[in-house]
C-alpha cells in the first residue's frame, strides 16, 4: 500500500503504549489502531443512522420502553450466556 509521511504529535503515554509493542514497528501499531478506530466509529454512524430512521418510522421509545431496553442490556451483560441465566 503507498505510504505518506505525515507529522503528528501524541500524548506521551500514547507514545509509549505504542513503543511498548516489540516486534513491530510504531507505524504499523499505529495504522492498525486507526483502521480499528475507524472502523468502530464508521459502524456508530451507520447504527446510529439506522436507529434515527427507525424513530422516522415508528416514532421514538416510550421512557418506559427505554428503562426496559437498558434492563434487557444489563441482564445481557450479567449473564452473556443467555437472559436470566443461573
Not at 503528528?8 to 507514545?15: G, S
Not at 507505524?27 to 451507520?46: G, I, K, P
Not at 439506522?50 to 450479567?78: C, T
Amino acid at each position: 500500500m503507498k505510504k505518506r509521511r505525515v507529522t503528528v504529535n501524541l500524548d506521551e503515554d500514547v507514545l509509549q503504549a505504542l513503543e511498548s509493542i516489540e516486534g513491530r514497528s510504531l507505524s504499523a501499531v499505529a495504522n492498525d489502531a486507526l483502521r480499528q478506530a475507524m472502523t468502530s466509529e464508521a459502524h456508530r454512524v451507520a447504527l446510529t443512522r439506522w436507529l434515527d430512521e427507525l424513530d422516522d418510522a415508528h416514532g421514538k421509545v416510550s421512557p418506559a420502553q427505554a428503562e426496559a431496553i437498558e434492563a434487557l442490556v444489563d441482564d445481557l451483560a450479567e449473564h452473556p450466556s443467555g437472559l436470566g441465566a443461573a
